[in-house]
């Protein structure tokens, strides 16, 4: 799978980071961004809790190809 952040929807609210520091980082005035894009199988679980708790549906999974 790929994670994917919309900047355009990404209010900075760093919530992605809080219950997924591994796997995202916040810039000062955000968006949110990946560390790894490329989300294998064992991190798949803590990438899906960051993509029901962002609050406006910035994040995205999708099949990697
Ligand atoms: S939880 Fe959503 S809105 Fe908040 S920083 Fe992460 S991607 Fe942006």
Redo the contacts with the bound molecule.
Sequence with gaps: MRVH?DPEL????????AVAPEE?E?AEH???RPLNPDVDEDRRRAVEE?VQ????G??RLSPRR
């Excluded at 990404?10 to 980071?17: A, E, K, P, R």
């Excluded at 708790?53 to 406006?56: A, E, K, L, S």
């Design positions: 952040v990404c209010q900075g609210t760093g919530l992605c980071v995202f916040l955000g968006p949110a960051a708790v962002c609050p406006v910035a994040l």
